[in-house]
T-cell receptor, first 114, second 112 residues
Framework: EAGVAQSPRYKIIEKRQSVAFWCNPI?????LYWYQQILGQGPKLLIQ????????DSQLPKDRFSAERLKGVDSTLKIQPAKLEDSAVYLC????????????FGEGSRLTVL | GENVEQHPSTLSVQEGDSAVIKCTYS??????FPWYKQELGKGPQLIID?????GEKKDQRIAVTLNKTAKHFSLHITETQPEDSAVYFC???????????FGAGTRLTVKP
């Protein structure tokens, strides 16, 4: 079974530029999450989708971050404009069931903002 | 909201010894406590989880204990092997939302 796919793996941009990350979850997984993992910290939830609807985006900095899930499958996370403090690994995860389901993480997209 | 604290931040053990990582949580409504292992350059992977109606769960060399009264839970790894070297995260969530709060992580090094 294929895992969660993310791209790009690495991205370096200058502050105030924009960037987009793509995620393809495990087939059949209705729930999709985007996490931000700053170096030396645990993952922090940014947004959670159930099919193509947003369940929780309370921790998403909406002035610069946006996310969508197309047709309940793939998802994109965009940052515009980027700040230095956005440097982190952006992890996408999916789960088969919504409540307390095992999270399957992708390998992440590492963003460096200069 | 929920706050999860994890200790120690780094742990070094000799191969064959046991390793214990401890976490505390703040929200008494939390009822699901997974542990994830993250290897370098990879995403976290679930290794064991426990729900609040259970005090202990074991899977081969890995066990987790939960003390709901004290609001803390621990990961125990016995007979450690070099391939156990990784960063381990505890997490907590509750039934009415799926906002899983992670601890800051413990970097475990198992020396051969």
């Amino acid at each position: 079974e294929a895992g969660v796919a993310q791209s790009p793996r690495y991205k370096i941009i200058e502050k105030r530029q924009s960037v987009a990350f793509w995620c393809n979850p495990i087939s059949g997984h209705a729930t999709l999450y985007w996490y931000q993992q700053i170096l030396g910290q645990g993952p922090k939830l940014l947004i959670q989708f159930q099919n193509n609807g947003v369940v929780d985006d309370s921790q998403l900095p909406k002035d610069r971050f946006s996310a969508e899930r197309l047709k309940g499958v793939d998802s994109t996370l965009k940052i515009q404009p980027a700040k230095l403090e956005d440097s982190a690994v952006y992890l996408c995860a999916s789960s088969l069931i919504w409540e307390h389901g095992e999270l399957f993480f992708g390998e992440g997209s590492r963003l460096t903002v200069l | 909201g929920e706050n999860v604290e994890q200790h120690p931040s780094t742990l070094s053990v000799q191969e064959g010894d046991s390793a214990v990582i401890k976490c505390t949580y703040s929200d008494s409504a939390s009822n699901y406590f997974p542990w994830y292992k993250q290897e370098l350059g990879k995403g976290p992977q679930l290794i064991i989880d426990i729900r609040s109606n259970v005090g202990e769960k074991k899977d081969q060399r890995i066990a987790v204990t939960l003390n709901k009264t004290a609001k803390h839970f621990s990961l125990h790894i016995t007979e450690t092997q070099p391939e156990d070297s990784a960063v381990y995260f505890c997490a907590a969530s509750k039934a009415d939302n799926n906002d899983m709060r992670f601890g800051a992580g413990t970097r475990l090094t198992v020396k051969p």
